[in-house]
């Protein structure tokens, strides 16, 4: 599978954005997805994780994103999303889709595909 973030921005603190991630093929719903996020100078780290359609589609956050980040699939339209509120200085960096099959997203270390990843930038 192929896939494309899109959606990211400057945004101010306080603001919102959605992150897409669009994704090729037939098969979406069998992928757990994930997002992903590496801000300058550090090492990526988990933001939030959907598992594949027929399990549930249960969700899971980084505990610095709970309660602001929403995440949801669209299996219809082959898409995921990340919507974002109450940003922080602290979200801005470079974030990322991925995807394993039959996974619930959350091991996203070990995931198969990723996307090229759109910059979020948030003002203070």
């Known amino acids: 599978v192929q896939l494309q973030a899109f959606g990211g921005g400057l945004v101010q603190a306080g603001g919102s954005l959605r992150l897409s991630c669009a994704a090729s093929g037939r098969t979406f719903s069998t992928y757990g997805m994930s997002w992903v996020r590496q801000a300058p100078g550090k090492e990526r780290e988990f933001v939030a994780g959907i598992s594949w359609s027929s399990s549930g589609g249960s969700r899971n956050y980084a505990d610095s994103v709970k309660g602001r980040f929403s995440i949801s699939r669209d299996n219809a339209k082959n898409t995921m999303y990340l919507q974002m509120n109450s940003l922080e200085p602290e979200d801005t960096g470079v974030y990322y889709c991925?995807?394993?099959?039959?996974?619930?997203?959350?091991?996203?270390?070990?995931?198969?595909?990723w996307g090229q990843g759109t910059l979020v930038t948030v003002s203070s």
């Open positions: 991925s995807a394993s099959r039959y996974t619930d997203g959350t091991n996203w270390s070990q995931n198969d595909y």
